[in-house]
């Protein structure tokens, strides 16, 4: 059996890959060890060159890194599919999100808002942009650090709304996670695996085995668990 494989993702996925890979060596398989990160630092870590059996980070990043030739040709493969959520302090008011208008008159109202360098802060920057409001709200927006989650700046009330993806969300003490972006707006990321260009033949062979596990029937409730469902 190969040595620990070895892998990187974006922390949207941290809580639910410990479970995976848990559930994986339970049923026998071999050692993981898989690093959580910001998102734009991990594809930065690989484009630099830093060698990882496995790569899982959105679908758009994911389809830059193979892009550039740091994943290799034809290992893509989709595992999940993640909805973004709003939240607000503990105890905290919590504003009508169920439409579209709602939303947008929630944003306005707010003191601040948070959100993250990945996929959802990418979206929410256009969604305003779209709104015509990202000047009137620039002000008040608070992007996280890498790494940092949306959360843990509004369970400290540095900020009053949050968003980010319901996985990171929803586990943090502090908070309460109001609802997902309502169906107009709704922003859902895929997140997908591929192999690193330094895997040899017996490691892609023990990353492919593992990776049909993450996708396997027994994996979905899982998923679940965490907010996302089988991509």
Request: with cysteine; aromatic share 4%; net charge neutral.
């Amino acid at each position: 059996m190969p040595a620990t494989i070895t892998g990187i993702s974006s922390m949207a996925t941290r809580a639910l890959l410990a479970e995976l890979v848990s559930a994986w060596q339970a049923a026998g398989g071999q050692a993981v060890d898989i690093q959580s990160v910001g998102g734009v630092e991990a594809a930065r870590r690989v484009a630099a060159g830093e060698a990882f059996d496995l790569v899982i980070l959105a679908r758009d990043a994911m389809d830059k890194l193979l892009a550039g030739g740091h994943l290799q040709p034809g290992s893509l493969v989709d595992l999940v599919r993640s909805p973004v959520a709003v939240a607000v302090r503990e105890g905290a008011p919590r504003p009508d999100i169920g439409s579209e208008a709602a939303l947008r008159e929630a944003v306005l109202a707010a003191r601040s808002i948070s959100y993250s360098t990945g996929p959802s802060g990418v979206f929410l920057t256009g969604l305003f942009a779209r709104w015509g409001i990202a000047e009137q709200v620039k002000s008040r927006m608070v992007q996280a650090p890498p790494g940092v989650p949306v959360g843990t700046l509004v369970a400290r009330g540095e900020v009053e709304l949050g968003f980010q993806q319901l996985s990171e969300l929803m586990t943090l003490p502090g908070i309460a996670v109001v609802g997902l972006l309502p169906d107009e707006v709704a922003c859902i990321t895929t997140f997908s695996a591929g192999l690193g260009t330094q895997a040899g033949a017996e490691r892609i062979a023990a990353v492919q085995a593992l990776l049909s596990f993450f996708n396997s029937p027994a994996a979905a409730a899982i998923k679940q668990r965490h907010g996302m469902t089988p991509a």
